[in-house]
């Protein structure tokens, strides 16, 4: 269980920065880079989770042991991290897109008239308002990080559902341990899911 | 590298692939069918005046929306077989494992896309007011003539974007039926890299075909909200 918590909020906050650059990126007027941003996330929402773990199990290490040269098991919770990190970073900078989005124009010209930078402007006055906007959804794509975290089972990492499965195949209780992990899935998802929505209400 | 015979297999390693994306495309195309009716019906029930059908809708949902895919997958294919009376040991022993993992796969798939696909239902009734279910109650139609002849028509065309997305989503979800041995695509390009053990490339060829199945529903799609544009509701004329 810690492992998996460990991966959500890693890769959670790692996906937000990221997705928050490529927002930006994606939102400039410098074609090169908001068509870079672009491919990034057409990308890696194309394909599936499951794909992108196996392209980081399997070939990444491989490139990180040419550089580093030392080939050590550790890597896979590594690689893990980076997978989910870029993974979600896309899906963060679709939500954080449309939430520098919906911050009305009025709020740019103003800035830009009161003297501030493009950079200040996006740091000081867009990017508070419209994460203030987005944090519900921006939470409940964390809740899907952390289901989606059950799959670095294909991976062999060990998480709490593959430990479940795990004792369930050894003890032969596997029935019982795989409804035990559904439960307690379900209910840490039921009650982040409710939190969420009561922290949409007092926003709102 | 991919005209080369594959193992065991006659034909060469891109037919390979390229089977593995219609036994995907098969499985999405089954799971779909199953989420579109039951979402349907699931988020019908949560919108009907009333307050048991709503609770029982917002419950299926929520079960189905909060344990991850994997679980579900191992529950359906692992758990209920042993489970189920009477079916159960005919599934295990009338089916070959690989339709037992088809079937098993697309049922999950179901009915986990259906909660999501109800929530999409739900929305899309739900944003054309109340005014036209009373409108129709006040013409004289019963419960499910409002719901066939007023409200799902316009409510089934305003969700045809986010309907398009969870079906790229579906196809996504395929790729964990990996997990319990189906051969799916993703699969497919694992084994291949074993066998050839050029990874790099085979991954690169699914990452391909994936991307092309995407552009390809985005087409379908965008063609189907064209065609089935309502006059002045809807969307940018062109």
Same mark, same amino acid.
């Given at each position: 269980?810690?492992?998996?918590?460990?991966?959500?909020?890693?890769?959670?906050?790692?996906?937000?920065?990221?997705?928050?650059?490529?927002?930006?990126?994606?939102?400039?007027?410098?074609?090169?880079?908001?068509?870079?941003?672009?491919?990034?996330?057409?990308?890696?929402?194309?394909?599936?989770?499951?794909?992108?773990?196996?392209?980081?199990?399997?070939?990444?290490?491989?490139?990180?042991?040419?550089?580093?040269?030392?080939?050590?098991?550790?890597?896979?919770?590594?690689?893990?991290?980076?997978?989910?990190?870029?993974?979600?970073?896309?899906?963060?900078?679709?939500?954080?897109?449309?939430?520098?989005?919906?911050?009305?124009?009025?709020?740019?010209?103003?800035?830009?008239?009161?003297?501030?930078?493009?950079?200040?402007?996006?740091?000081?006055?867009?990017?508070?308002?419209?994460?203030?906007?987005?944090?519900?959804?921006?939470?409940?794509?964390?809740?899907?990080?952390?289901?989606?975290?059950?799959?670095?089972?294909?991976?062999?990492?060990?998480?709490?559902?593959?430990?479940?499965?795990?004792?369930?195949?050894?003890?032969?209780?596997?029935?019982?341990?795989?409804?035990?992990?559904?439960?307690?899935?379900?209910?840490?998802?039921?009650?982040?899911?409710?939190?969420?929505?009561?922290?949409?209400?007092?926003?709102? | 590298?991919?005209?080369?015979?594959?193992?065991?297999?006659?034909?060469?390693?891109?037919?390979?692939?390229?089977?593995?994306?219609?036994?995907?495309?098969?499985?999405?195309?089954?799971?779909?069918?199953? +989420?579109?009716? &039951?979402?349907?019906? =699931?988020?019908?029930?949560?919108?009907?005046? /009333? $307050?048991?059908?709503? !609770?029982? #809708?917002?419950?299926?949902?929520?079960?189905?929306?909060?344990?991850?895919?994997?679980?579900?997958?191992?529950?359906?294919?692992?758990?209920?077989?042993?489970?189920?009376?009477?079916?159960?040991?005919?599934?295990?022993?009338?089916?070959?494992?690989?339709?037992?993992?088809?079937?098993?796969?697309?049922?999950?798939?179901?009915?986990?896309? +259906?909660?999501? &696909?109800?929530?999409? =239902?739900?929305?899309?009734?739900?944003?054309? /007011? $109340?005014?036209?279910? !009373?409108? #129709?109650?006040?013409?004289?139609?019963?419960?499910?003539?409002?719901?066939?002849?007023?409200?799902?028509?316009?409510?089934?065309?305003?969700?045809?974007?986010?309907?398009?997305?969870?079906?790229?989503?579906?196809?996504?979800?395929?790729?964990?039926?990996?997990?319990?041995?189906?051969?799916?695509?993703?699969?497919?390009?694992?084994?291949?890299?074993?066998?050839?053990?050029?990874?790099?490339?085979?991954?690169?060829?699914?990452?391909?075909?994936?991307?092309?199945?995407?552009?390809?529903?985005?087409?379908?799609?965008?063609?189907?909200?064209?065609?089935?544009?309502?006059?002045?509701?809807?969307?940018?004329?062109?």
């Amino acid at each position: 269980m810690v492992r998996t918590l460990e991966i959500t909020i890693v890769a959670g906050i790692a996906g937000m920065l990221l997705g928050t650059l490529i927002a930006v990126m994606r939102l400039s007027k410098n074609p090169i880079l908001s068509a870079l941003a672009a491919t990034y996330v057409t990308a890696f929402r194309s394909i599936p989770l499951v794909m992108v773990l196996l392209w980081f199990y399997l070939l990444v290490p491989n490139l990180i042991k040419k550089v580093i040269g030392n080939p050590n098991l550790d890597i896979r919770l590594l690689s893990a991290f980076i997978a989910f990190s870029l993974f979600e970073a896309s899906y963060y900078a679709e939500i954080i897109r449309a939430g520098i989005q919906s911050i009305s124009r009025g709020q740019v010209s103003a800035s830009l008239a009161l003297g501030m930078t493009v950079g200040e402007t996006m740091w000081l006055i867009i990017l508070p308002q419209a994460f203030r906007r987005m944090v519900p959804l921006l939470l409940t794509q964390a809740i899907i990080l952390f289901q989606d975290s059950s799959l670095v089972y294909v991976m062999g990492l060990v998480n709490f559902f593959g430990v479940a499965y795990n004792t369930g195949i050894r003890d032969g209780t596997l029935v019982e341990l795989i409804f035990f992990a559904g439960a307690v899935y379900l209910i840490i998802c039921f009650a982040a899911s409710t939190l969420v929505g009561k922290l949409q209400k007092k926003t709102t | 590298m991919f005209w080369q015979p594959a193992i065991g297999d006659g034909g060469n390693y891109l037919s390979y692939l390229i089977w593995g994306l219609v036994w995907t495309l098969l499985l999405s195309l089954a799971s779909w069918v199953l +989420a579109f009716v &039951v979402g349907s019906i =699931v988020g019908m029930m949560r919108t009907v005046p /009333g $307050s048991m059908l709503p !609770k029982l #809708g917002a419950f299926y949902v929520e079960i189905f929306r909060n344990i991850p895919l994997l679980v579900q997958l191992f529950i359906w294919y692992f758990v209920l077989p042993e489970l189920v009376p009477i079916v159960g040991p005919w599934f295990k022993q009338s089916f070959s494992p690989a339709l037992q993992q088809f079937i098993s796969a697309a049922l999950c798939l179901g009915f986990f896309t +259906a909660s999501r &696909v109800s929530e999409q =239902v739900r929305s899309g009734i739900n944003s054309l /007011g $109340s005014s036209q279910f !009373k409108a #129709g109650l006040a013409l004289g139609f019963n419960i499910t003539q409002v719901y066939t002849i007023v409200l799902l028509p316009v409510a089934y065309r305003i969700i045809i974007p986010t309907l398009t997305s969870e079906f790229l989503n579906l196809v996504k979800n395929t790729a964990v039926a990996s997990t319990i041995g189906f051969i799916d695509l993703t699969q497919r390009s694992k084994n291949m890299g074993e066998y050839t053990s050029h990874l790099y490339e085979s991954f690169i060829a699914v990452t391909i075909l994936y991307a092309l199945v995407n552009l390809i529903v985005m087409l379908i799609s965008r063609n189907l909200e064209r065609a089935t544009r309502l006059p002045g509701y809807l969307g940018e004329k062109k």
